[in-house]
């Protein structure tokens, strides 16, 4: 069956600019998830969503940051005036249930560059 | 600030020895331990998890977990070709997945 699909697969955008990530979860997966990942370093948890809500947003690294969830399916990411330091793979992911161990399923990624 | 250390490599095996992975957390409460592999350039999939002291096997993988010393490792038996890529360790503070914070990933080469 189809697995997590994110678009753009590549981004790139001026600094200054904002930018919007969409993500497709599995169909039926309840829980879904962001995280980035920088150049030589581990994935960073953003956000997470149970259904349409999001019970942890701490992962948000500044309130240009935000994220939605809706109709319990499609995500978008949005990331406002864009700075260099945004530059990284965002990933997103999700999972039958959260709060479990049920396995989170990856997409492969947007690759945001700023410039 | 909760940390996940792993060895960054390259680690470099025979084929058909075993792999040691090793990763040490920081905070004593967590609760459950992850290992994902991640293809260079896929996005990482999970190979196991474990939230018990002690091992557990699953094939050619056991996980094993030491909370005191707040060490977790995984071990891969007779290793193949097909097992190069970079296995990440992630951490949770409570049982389930919900946050997982990541290593960095150790990088490991299996030699034919």
């Known amino acids: 069956g189809a697995g997590v699909s994110q678009s753009p697969s590549n981004k790139v955008t001026e600094k200054g600019k904002d930018v919007e990530l969409r993500c497709d979860p599995i169909?039926?997966?309840?829980?879904l998830y962001w995280y980035r990942q920088r150049l030589g370093q581990g994935l960073e948890f953003l956000i997470y969503?149970?259904?349409?809500?999001?019970?942890?947003k701490s992962g948000l690294p500044s309130d240009r940051f935000s994220a939605e969830r809706t109709g319990e399916s499609v995500s978008t990411l949005t990331i406002q005036r864009t700075q260099q330091e945004d530059s990284a793979v965002y990933l997103c992911?999700?999972?039958?249930?959260?709060?479990?161990?049920?396995?989170?399923?990856f997409g492969n990624g947007t690759r945001l560059t700023v410039t | 600030q909760k940390e996940v250390e792993q060895n960054s490599g390259p680690l470099s095996v025979p084929e058909g020895a075993i792999a040691s992975l090793n990763c040490t957390y920081s905070?004593?409460?967590?609760?459950?331990f992850f290992w994902y592999r991640q293809y260079s350039g896929k996005s990482p999939e999970l190979i196991m998890f474990?939230?018990?002291?002690g091992d557990k096997e699953d094939g050619r993988f056991t996980a094993q977990l030491n909370k005191a010393s707040q060490y977790v490792s995984l071990l891969i038996r007779d290793s193949q070709p097909s097992d190069s890529a970079t296995y990440l360790c992630?951490?949770?503070?409570?049982?389930?997945?919900?946050?997982?914070?990541f290593g960095t990933g150790t990088r490991l080469t299996i030699i034919p």
């Open positions: 992630a951490v949770d503070q409570n049982f389930g997945n919900e946050k997982l914070t």
């Open positions: 905070d004593r409460g967590s609760q459950s």
């Open positions: 969503f149970q259904g349409n809500s999001a019970p942890d």
């Open positions: 992911a999700s999972s039958l249930l959260p709060g479990d161990f049920s396995p989170l399923h």
């Open positions: 169909s039926g997966h309840t829980a």
């Open positions: 474990i939230y018990s002291n």
